[in-house]
């Protein structure tokens, strides 16, 4: 009998970290959900347009399609969307001719006169 408390005290213990080792994940999922949403909410301030954000979105799937190894799926298309997103913000948050000069030397191929 003492040694079914023993198995069941340890099958008690794996439960328990399997429970934590998911409520870690699910953590990190929510925090990168409302990493997301307050990057839609910016954008929306903004005036992201729909047709910006449906390609934004399409460009996330797309790139999500073949879920990798070893890695959260959910948590992988969440962090990619939260990148697409940053970088739209950060594409449209910059002027003009920043963003021109910073094309132009981020293409080696482009020769300034």
Sequence with gaps: E??????ETELLKMEL???ETERVRLSLVEE????????LQQLRDLN????????????TL??????????????EVLDTLYHELTAYQLLQSQPLEKAQSHQSLS???VISC
């Design 32 to 39: 990168k959900l409302m990493d997301v949403l307050q990057l």
């Design 48 to 59: 992201i347009s729909k047709r910006a954000l449906g390609k934004i979105l399409l460009s």
């Design 62 to 75: 797309e790139s999500c399609h073949d879920p990798q190894p070893g890695k959260a799926h959910l948590f």
């Design 107 to 109: 293409n080696p191929l």
């Design 2 to 7: 003492l040694q079914q408390k023993v198995e």
């Design 17 to 19: 970290q399997i429970l």
